[in-house]
């Protein structure tokens, strides 16, 4: 059987300091395996690493498009009440975040909002009225 979890996600950067640097102003903490040509940041459950996209690319034996195209997956960030989508949304912008679609209550009774970090990388901010939260603030279930 396969463990039916996500423990990393990756993200290929194509300019890592560049990108490092916006995910520590949004006051992301670094995990101590960071190095100049790796960072690993911590969050809620799941580690988020940004790795050379070459590198990546290698490592998995594939060719990958580093065009500025958005990407085809979207991350989530999901927060404890509808009003903290608004403040995250105004933390991105001031961190020079491209905001795509501003805060607004969503049809399944939510609030939700999208940005795309310096290399076009989709993410969602979103309250879920049915979210449940573990002690550490990873979503268990909605």
Same mark, same amino acid.
């Given at each position: 059987?396969i463990?039916?979890?996500?423990s990393?996600? /990756?993200i290929?950067?194509?300019?890592?300091? +560049?990108?490092?640097? !916006? %995910?520590?102003?949004? #006051?992301?903490?670094? /995990?101590?395996?960071?190095?100049?040509? %790796?960072? $690993?940041?911590? /969050?809620?459950? $799941? &580690?988020?690493? &940004?790795?050379?996209?070459e590198? &990546?690319?290698?490592? *998995?034996?594939v +060719?990958?498009?580093?065009?500025?195209? %958005?990407s085809?997956? *979207?991350?989530?960030?999901?927060?404890?009440?509808?009003?903290q $989508?608004?403040? =995250?949304?105004?933390?991105?912008?001031?961190?020079? #975040?491209?905001? &795509?679609? @501003?805060?607004?209550?969503? !049809?399944? #009774? #939510?609030?939700?909002? %999208? !940005?795309?970090?310096? @290399?076009?990388?989709?993410? @969602? $901010?979103?309250? +879920?009225? /049915?979210? =449940?939260?573990? @002690?550490?603030?990873?979503?268990?279930? !909605?």
């Amino acid at each position: 059987m396969i463990p039916q979890r996500v423990s990393l996600i /990756t993200i290929g950067a194509i300019d890592l300091p +560049n990108l490092r640097a !916006f %995910y520590k102003s949004l #006051g992301w903490e670094e /995990t101590s395996v960071s190095s100049d040509d %790796y960072a $690993v940041f911590k /969050t809620a459950g $799941v &580690l988020l690493s &940004l790795f050379p996209i070459e590198e &990546l690319a290698k490592d *998995a034996g594939v +060719n990958i498009s580093a065009s500025q195209a %958005y990407s085809r997956a *979207a991350l989530a960030i999901n927060v404890d009440k509808p009003d903290q $989508v608004d403040e =995250v949304i105004s933390n991105i912008r001031q961190s020079n #975040g491209e905001i &795509l679609r @501003e805060p607004s209550d969503a !049809f399944w #009774g #939510g609030r939700t909002a %999208y !940005f795309a970090d310096p @290399e076009n990388n989709l993410w @969602e $901010v979103a309250w +879920n009225p /049915t979210a =449940v939260f573990d @002690e550490r603030g990873a979503m268990i279930d !909605f």
